[in-house]
């Protein structure tokens, strides 16, 4: 090989070596976030379960469940933005997802909540997952304190096919604005 051609050579393999070694830190702060979102259904389950038993037996009947976590702010206009999985019954496969709202109305508010949400049957579940979802509306009051642990408000029932259970973890809201909020697929976790 000539000279030019083992520069070549040299400036292929590092460039490869770089290439791969990135991968493994992706691969690796994938699975961090995985790990996260994970723990962060599995707290919001707990409390619901904590708050309302009786749900825990809706769910295990189910098509499946999400978790939705979401911090924002708000004061008129607001807006805000968090990540969630939905977990399948039937085929026990989460799909990792994220969740960004949209408010303007008579809403001042800093809130860190939860949601939980119930598939009541595989077709929404899917839909859900393979088309994202939007909601549209919103009303209700909610205030939670650090440290006092997370209060689940009352289920919201959607079109007889999801049931969204909010779970405040922080915080304090006064709400009567129309709100939007859309869920998709996250490329990078899936």
Known sequence: MNRGGTRIAVLVAAVSAGLLGQGAANAADVAKQKAEVRSMCDEALATLYKAKPGVKEVIAKSAGYGCFSSFGISFLVGGAGGK???????TKKDTYMNMGQASVGLDVSIKDYREVLVFKDRKTLETFVDKGWELTGSGGASAGVEGKGGTAEKGVNVS???DIYPITKTGLSAVGAAAGRKYWKDADLN
């Open 84 to 90: 969630g999985l939905v977990h399948n019954a039937a």
């Open 160 to 162: 007889d096919k999801i």
